[in-house]
C-alpha cells in the first residue's frame, strides 16, 4: 500500500494545473497543514512538488527523471515486496538474521514484515515455513508466478517497477511485442493492446524463472492455464517469435499456459473473414437477447449483427477469464466510468445477465470493456440530435464564401448542420436560424454564439469553432438537467447529513424517503443494492448515483444527501449521494438526466460549493441553479 505522501503524488500526476492546499486536502480526507507535510517529504531528495500562491503541482520533469524519493525503498510494503522476491528465489529459504542486515533494520522489523507476507498469501495457494532462522516459501511454481506477476503490477501502480525495466532486461521485448501484434493481426485476431502488456509481464517471468531453472511441468497446466481449449495456432506462433526473439525454447506447458493467457486476454477471434473464414461464437444468440432486452431498457439502438459478433467473441473470453477468476485489467475503468455513466450502466446491465446466464462473475474492469464495446457502436451511430445548427456569414468572392462553408463541413462533419450561407454584407443578424454563427464579418447586432475567423480559416480559428460547439453543446444538456433537477427534488426528498453511515445504510435512508413520498417501494430500494454490488455506483471522486436497473417507479424522481464530510463508498469518498429513481415512461429523461447529472458533479469545485451552499432545501435549489448557468 502506498504511504500517504505517495497519494499527494498520485492525486497531482493527475492533475494539469495548480491545485490548492484545500482542493487536496479534501480529496485525501486530510488538513491542508498535513498536506504541506506530505509535500516536505515527497521532496526529500529533489523537489519533486512545486509550490506557488495557486498551490501545488507535481514537476512532471523531475518526475521523469527521478521518479520519487529514494527513501522510500525503506517503506514497509517495499520491504516486504523484497522479502517476496527472495523468497520465490530461494530454493533453501531465507535467513531472518541475514536478511534483517542486509535490509539494515531489526530483526523484529523483519518478522513483522514476514507476519505481513503470511496474510498477504492466504488464498494464493503458497505458505511460509519456518525451521528455526530459515524461513521458505512453500507452494507450486504456478502460483509463484501468480504472486510475482501482481506484485510487480502493484510496484507499478506505485511507480516502483515499470515496463522500461522489463525492456532493459530482456532488450528484445519492444521488437517481441511488435512481431506478435502483427502476427496476430494476420492470424485474423484482434488484439487488445490494453491487456497485452499483462501477457508481456507473464512472459518475461516465465523466461526469468527458467534461467533460473524453475519451469512449470504437465502437471500445472490446468491450474496455470485459462480456458478448456489448447490454442494450437497461439501456441504455434508463440513458439516461433521466442525462438527468434529470444533465442529460447519453452517447453509445452510453458507455451500452452502462455497461449491461453494470450488468447482470453489480449487476441480476440476478429469477426471478419480470414483465411479461416469469419469467426464465430457459440453465444451469439445468448448476447443478442441480452442486448435486445438493454436496448428496450435504456432506448438505444443497439441491433447490428457486426457489432452482436463482436461482442460475443469478446463474451466468450471474457466466459473463461471469469472461469478461472483471473480477470483482465483495464486502465481506462475510472475514466469510462466517469465520463460516460450512462454506457457504463448499460454495460452493467449486459454483465448482470451474462453473470445469471453463465453462473460467473463480473469485475469492474470487464465491465469496462463491455462498456468499450457498447460506447465504439453508440458513437458511430451518434444521434443527428446532439448536432449543432450553424449559419456562415460570407460575403461572395468567386468561390471563397462557398470554399469556407465546405471546409467548415469538411473539418466537422456529423458535428454540425449547416443550415444558412449567406454570401453578402447586408445579413438580418438576428433572424439567422442557427444556434453558432462562424462569420468573416463583424456583426452589426449582438449574436449570443458567434466566431469569427479569416476566410480561409486557421487552425486557431478552427480551433475556437470547436471550443463554442463543445460550450452550446454543454449549455443544451445544462438546460434540460436544469429543468429535470428542479421538477424531480422535492423539499422532502433533501437530506442534510450522512456521517457514519456506509453505502447501504445510505440508500436505505433516501430510499425511506422516496418510499415515504410514494415514489419507489422496497422491491426498489433492495434493487439499488443489488445493483450496486455488481459495481460502485461513485461514478466521481464525490458523488454516487444509486439507483436500480429496473425503471420501476410509481413516477421519477430524485432524493439528494450531502454532508461535508465524506462517507466511504468502495473506497470512493463520497460528499453526495443522489438516490434517483426512473418510472417507465421516465425511460427517456433517464438518458438526458443521468448522464449530466454526473458531468455536471464531475467538476470537484462544483461539489464543494454545492456542499458549502445547500444547508438547505432553499440553498440547494439556488446552488443547483447557479450550477446549471451556461
Known sequence: MAENWERLVEVLADEQEWTTAGALADRLGVTARTIRSYVARANTDVTLVASGPAGYRLDRGVWAAHGVPSGRDASPAARAARLIRSLVDADEGLDVHESAAALFVSESTIEADLGRI?????????????RGSLVELIGPESARRRL??????????????????????????????????????DAGYAPNEFALNDVLLHLVIALDRLAHDHPLDDAELSEASLGPADPGDLTELLDGLVREQF??????????HLARLLGT????????????????????????????????????????????????????????????????????????????????DLAVYIANELQHSERILVNDDEIAYIAMHVGAHLDRRRAASERVRVAVVAPAYHDVHTALAER???????????????????????????????????PTAPVEHLVRVAPFPT?????????????????????RLAAALSQYIAPELFIRGLRGLDRE??????????????????????????????????????????????????????????????IDWDGARVNVVALIAFSEEGRAEFQDVFDQFVEAFSERENVQRLVRGATDYPGLLAELARLMEP
Open 265 to 344: 486476454r489480449a487476441a480476440t477471434r476478429s469477426a471478419s473473414t480470414d483465411a479461416a473464414g469469419p469467426a464465430t461464437s457459440e453465444r451469439a444468440e445468448l448476447v443478442r437477447t441480452i442486448v435486445a432486452r438493454a436496448a428496450a431498457e435504456y432506448l438505444v439502438e443497439l441491433d447490428d449483427d457486426d457489432f452482436i459478433e463482436r461482442l460475443a467473441l469478446h463474451v466468450d473470453n471474457l466466459v473463461a477469464r471469469a472461469g478461472e477468476e483471473r480477470y483482465a485489467r483495464n486502465p481506462l475503468t475510472a475514466t469510462i466510468k466517469s465520463a460516460y455513466p450512462l454506457i457504463y
Open 505 to 566: 445504510q445510505a440508500i436505505r435512508l433516501l430510499g425511506e424517503r422516496m418510499i415515504a413520498q410514494g415514489v419507489i417501494d422496497e422491491a426498489y430500494v433492495e434493487g439499488a443494492i443489488e445493483r450496486e454490488r455488481l459495481s460502485s455506483t461513485a461514478f466521481t471522486e464525490h458523488l454516487a448515483v444509486p439507483h436500480a436497473m429496473t425503471m420501476s417507479a410509481r413516477r421519477t424522481a430524485i432524493a439528494i444527501a450531502i454532508d461535508e464530510h465524506p
Open 408 to 442: 467548415i463541413s469538411t473539418v466537422f462533419g456529423a458535428e454540425v448542420d449547416l443550415v444558412a450561407l449567406v454570401d453578402h454584407v447586408d445579413v438580418a443578424w438576428s433572424s439567422l436560424p442557427a444556434e453558432l454563427v462562424i462569420s468573416v464579418i463583424p
Open 118 to 130: 503470511r496474510a498477504r498469501l492466504d488464498g494464493t495457494g503458497l505458505s511460509l515455513a519456518r
Open 148 to 185: 510475482l506477476g501482481a506484485l510487480f503490477r502493484e510496484e507499478s501502480a506505485r511507480g516502483m517497477a515499470t515496463l522500461d525495466e522489463l525492456r532493459a532486461a530482456f532488450p528484445a521485448l519492444p521488437s517481441f511485442r511488435d512481431a506478435l501484434v502483427s502476427r496476430l493481426s
Open 247 to 256: 533465442g529460447r525454447s519453452l517447453g509445452r506447458a510453458e507455451l500452452v
Open 459 to 479: 487552425d486557431d480559428d478552427l480551433d475556437r469553432v470547436r471550443v463554442e460547439l463543445a460550450r452550446i453543446r454543454r449549455a443544451r444538456r445544462r438546460a
